[in-house]
């Protein structure tokens, strides 16, 4: 009973949801969820870790970024069986449709092109105080 609360208490989160919904369509790394979802990588990383816990994720490393994605087999039988329904659900919700559209277009290189460059003003001013 454990593993099946762990598993719904995974789905219950509204950014978590999202996540699962955009990993549908493709495997991501933090830095792409957290801009889609305009909360902070340590956020995202937490609902990783949360989703992965529960058997809904998988990861695996690509050079410096580490890729999620939907679970294709997950380890318990209710697991599968929410994730099934899970693709159905929310299909015409306007939040999640536009998400999706936007996560069709995002660039990892530019997220993490930008990100550094936000990092070195923040050190420069830094050293300038």
């Given at each position: 009973m454990r593993d099946l609360i762990r598993v719904l208490k995974a789905l219950s989160d509204p950014n978590r949801m999202r996540i699962m919904k955009?990993?549908?369509e493709r495997e991501m790394c933090v830095c792409e969820l957290a801009e889609l979802l305009g909360i902070s990588?340590?956020?995202?990383?937490?609902?990783?870790?949360?989703?992965?816990?529960a058997g809904l994720v998988i990861s695996h490393k690509v050079g410096m970024w580490v890729h999620y994605l939907w679970n294709p087999s997950p380890p318990k039988p209710y697991s599968a069986s929410l994730l099934f329904e899970l693709k159905k659900w929310l299909e015409q919700d306007p939040q999640i449709r536009a998400l999706?559209?936007?996560a069709s277009k995002i660039?990892?290189?530019e997220i993490c092109r930008k990100q550094a460059q936000q990092r070195s003003r923040r050190a420069s001013r830094r050293v300038s105080q």
């Open positions: 955009m990993l549908q990588q340590p956020s995202v990383s937490r609902h990783m870790r949360i989703l992965t816990e999706l559209k936007q660039n990892r290189e």
